[in-house]
């Protein structure tokens, strides 16, 4: 997988930033395979397969938002970002709106 490659030495790496970079990797794959099982439970007329594939995405969801808090807690601009982003109901361009105003 392309994710899995470092584009610099890895010698040349920080430990946060290698760090950082399984995290990052981490959640995208459990990204994909959220979607993976969503579209594989859509696809099915099985209802109970549907119902196993459903259950796998919500687990693979719940890993993806471990890694998630992870990250927030281990770098400063991420954590950041979030605490602007998330968790409000406002329309997200008008957040980002507020928040490049001096």
Same mark, same amino acid.
């Given at each position: 997988?392309?994710?899995?490659?470092?584009?610099?030495?890895?010698?040349?790496?920080?430990? +946060?930033?290698?760090? /950082?970079?399984? +995290?990052?990797?981490? /959640?995208?794959?459990?990204? =994909?395979?959220?979607?993976?099982?969503?579209?594989?439970?859509?696809?099915? +007329?099985?209802?109970?397969?549907?119902?196993?594939?459903?259950?796998?995405?919500?687990?693979?969801?719940?890993?993806?938002?471990?890694?998630?808090?992870?990250?927030?807690?281990?770098?400063? %601009?991420?954590? =950041?970002?979030?605490?602007?982003?998330?968790?409000?109901? %406002?329309?997200?361009? =008008?957040? =980002?709106?507020?928040?490049?105003?001096?």
């Amino acid at each position: 997988m392309s994710s899995e490659t470092l584009h610099v030495p890895r010698e040349s790496l920080s430990r +946060a930033t290698l760090h /950082l970079h399984y +995290a990052i990797t981490s /959640l995208m794959e459990e990204m =994909e395979a959220v979607d993976w099982y969503r579209q594989r439970a859509d696809d099915t +007329a099985d209802e109970s397969l549907k119902a196993i594939l459903i259950h796998n995405a919500n687990e693979e969801m719940e890993h993806a938002c471990m890694i998630l808090e992870w990250i927030r807690r281990n770098d400063a %601009k991420f954590d =950041e970002q979030l605490r602007e982003y998330l968790f409000t109901d %406002k329309p997200i361009t =008008e957040v =980002e709106q507020a928040a490049e105003k001096p």
